[in-house]
DNA sequence: CTTATAATTGTACTAATTGTATCAATGAAT
DNA sequence: ATTCATTGATACAATTAGTACAATTATAAG
């Protein structure tokens, strides 16, 4: 396999910066394992042209995911996911993977217009529905 | 179909504030259709320029419709038609909807390793947050 | 093989665009 | 005249875009 193509779903409309979404969704690939490390990331200037958005905004978020040790960036040659992050930095970026997780999915819901008892709820019965199919 | 131009139509003696006209009209156009979700709308400058009134009117009215769920401001970036579903969506489908939304969390969650419990407890952490800062 | 040159890539700094916050001025109602 | 809602003026903050630059790599000339 060879040039896994970082695919991204940005939301322009959002009230989420494009480049914490970036942030946040490579984070997301890179916890669930769609990413790995030593992996290269596309040049500031591809993303940018492929999502349509200013090269320094990819810069931003590639800055910033660099200062969190998750990607290296090297002046010249590209940018890469870094190598053997270390447990606790995979522990974080798990559980931060699963606060955006979540919370994407409470706005998505709310924005259904259904209450957080309404979602809380529906959460609670999934999870008991999901136990008694296994348990057949 | 590109940069539909809102058109308002302002009483400068009615005793009823500027601000509020907009808002009215904004709102009467969402719901004839008119304005779509997703819709840009003018900048504040824009708009003020055109409608030859300070630009912090704009912005009064833009956060009046953005505190109602109506529009989504955003700083540095615009102002858009919240993307809500309307009102022919039964509440069949939205109950689905939600269904379908729920188990795809939990899958991914799940994926990422997280226990039933984590993911219950993130729920409510996460809509616990919400209800704080929106208290602010 | 060495060196010069171009191409590619990220960086830094600045500008432009957009909404926000605060307070002052205006004007109508009492 | 006082009060209060409305509007305006000004400064600010966040996001994105523009431009020039520096580091690395690739390529070609000698």
């Given at each position: 396999?060879?040039?896994?193509?970082?695919t991204?779903?940005?939301?322009?409309?959002?009230h989420?910066?494009?480049?914490?979404?970036?942030?946040?969704?490579?984070?997301?690939?890179?916890?669930?394992?769609?990413?790995?490390?030593?992996?290269?990331?596309p040049?500031?200037?591809?993303?940018a042209e492929?999502?349509?958005?200013?090269?320094?905004?990819?810069?931003?978020?590639?800055?910033?995911?660099?200062?969190?040790?998750?990607?290296?960036?090297?002046?010249?040659r590209?940018?890469?996911?870094?190598?053997?992050?270390?447990?606790?930095?995979?522990?974080?970026?798990?559980?931060?993977?699963?606060?955006?997780?979540?919370?994407?999915?409470?706005?998505?819901a709310?924005?259904?217009?259904f209450?957080?008892?309404?979602?809380?709820?529906?959460?609670?019965?999934?999870?008991?529905?999901?136990?008694?199919?296994?348990?057949?």
């Amino acid at each position: 396999m060879v040039n896994k193509k970082l695919t991204l779903q940005l939301d322009f409309h959002s009230h989420v910066p494009i480049y914490t979404q970036i942030v946040e969704q490579v984070q997301s690939q890179l916890a669930n394992g769609i990413l790995k490390p030593g992996d290269q990331l596309p040049t500031v200037r591809a993303l940018a042209e492929e999502l349509r958005v200013n090269f320094n905004t990819i810069a931003r978020a590639y800055r910033m995911l660099d200062e969190a040790r998750i990607i290296s960036t090297q002046q010249g040659r590209g940018t890469y996911i870094t190598e053997v992050p270390s447990q606790k930095v995979t522990e974080k970026l798990k559980r931060e993977s699963l606060i955006a997780l979540t919370e994407r999915f409470i706005n998505e819901a709310q924005r259904l217009g259904f209450s957080e008892r309404d979602i809380s709820q529906m959460v609670r019965d999934r999870l008991k529905v999901k136990n008694e199919t296994k348990d057949l």
